[in-house]
């Protein structure tokens, strides 16, 4: 009976054991991209500098390229496809403006490869003081922040005296400590673009201003200033006259008077170089410049054009 009843077993247990699954396919590899910013010190980048990005690739597949995105306060600028070179790739930004940048890398998803991407890695930037004679990039990049908001400066790689007057001018009208110095927080501010002068008569098309309390001379198209340059208005007890003018007459060269390129609005009221120009009201009425700015100021102003001094 225990023979037939085990061997009655048998074909059951057989029936009731599970059969082997098939192996499933194996799905794409699991890869890694990591990435370093280089040339920062203390989490910043000098303004006007390159800084490298460089990453790696894991497992590397020959033909692989890594997205690798740059951010400027939290937008997009550029997204480089960069080849992956034996497990190592690399990309790099020029820094010419102010704020917050940042970078990420990604690798897409490939036939046996899955994709991965980094966490955007920041860094803010850093700005130098500049000053009279000094060279380079950054007062290149500089200047060129100036002129865009209208602030005059040289030619070349060097900052120059006019570039002083400039700086003088941009310190004018904000308001700060008046002279040609140009402090970190104000080399800072023009890569920000920020101080540019605020246009009081938009509607007069091409126009000059001359804001007494501010002492400098605008040149304008529409709200947009051109060319600022600083002056010295009339004293209290020769005051500047105020108001609407054309300009109506010219006069080279010097006069006896010791005034430079004079382009008169109002009666002996005039646009003029004078060898003094300190950064108060110091004149007998007129507005002064300096020598070296009036040829190109006397150049600038048309014949009928308006000048508003207020």
Sequence with gaps: ????????ALPAAAAAAPAKKAPEPKGPESSTVKIHVGHLHGGKAQIMSTVPVTGTVKPFVPGQRVEVTFYLNGSRLETEKVRVNGGSFRARIRIEEAGKYAVSARLPAGKDLRGDETVRKSWRVAFPALHQGQCGDVVIGFKKAMRKMGYIANSGRCFGGK???????YRKVNGMTRSSRAGKGLVKRAFAGKGEYEVRHPAAGEHLEAPLSKQVLVFAKGD?????????????????????????RQEPGYNSHGMYYSFYFYGGYAVHGYESVPDYPASHGCIRTFIADQPEIYERINYGESIFVF
């Design 1 to 8: 009976m225990l023979a037939l009843s085990a061997a009655l």
């Design 163 to 169: 570039t002083g007057r400039g700086v003088l001018a």
């Design 224 to 248: 947009k200033p051109f060319a600022v340059y600083p002056v010295s208005s009339g004293k209290s007890s020769t005051p500047t006259v105020t108001g609407h003018f054309s300009f109506i």
